[in-house]
């Protein structure tokens, strides 16, 4: 599933629905790692409705370029609808880290995603980053999603091998 969307379409949207602050739940798997990856997003309202959810195959990655990803391809969902105020919430702790700078990010390939989702911030009013567990309810179905994607394309490469 990929989700798609365009500024001209929906913008004011959420704004003009009442919509404030969302919650954007964001994951990325890699299946060895570096090995086959894909990203995954939840948004949500403040009460926990779903607004919006994606999910595709980003082909070989590393676990943390994977996660970075499905940041990026969140915070894109949501900057297509609003520029208000976004919480996002990873269960990776070293992008947590490292988006609130205590961490340096000396990976020359996560530099590049992490500059991409500070150019990303800027299109908000006020953004932040919450580590949670991989257990959070939310978290658990992004990774369901991720999950799934990546079983359809293995499935579809063991397919296409025999």
């Known amino acids: 599933m990929k989700v798609f969307t365009t500024r001209s379409q929906t913008w004011g949207r959420w704004e003009s629905l009442g919509y404030d602050r969302v919650l954007l739940y964001t994951d990325g798997a890699s299946r060895g790692n570096p ?8 948004l949500c309202d403040e009460e926990g409705h779903t607004l919006r959810q994606g999910a595709e195959f980003i082909g070989e990655s590393t676990n943390n ?3 970075y990803r499905a940041l990026v391809k969140g915070l894109e969902a949501v900057l297509s609808l609003t520029n208000r105020c976004v919480q996002c919430f990873l269960d990776s702790e070293l992008l947590v880290n490292q988006l609130t ?18 150019k990303l911030e800027a299109g908000f009013k006020s953004i ?30 063991s397919e296409d091998s025999q």
Do not use: C, Q, W
């Open 35 to 42: 090995g086959p990856s894909a990203t995954g997003f939840i």
């Open 65 to 67: 370029r994977a996660e």
């Open 128 to 157: 932040t980053y919450t580590h949670i567990p991989r257990t959070h309810k939310i978290i658990m179905e992004v990774d369901r999603l991720v999950a799934l994607i990546l079983d359809k394309e293995l499935g579809r490469r």
């Open 101 to 118: 700078e205590k961490y340096a990010v000396r990976n020359p390939e996560l530099k590049k995603l992490f500059r991409t989702v500070k």
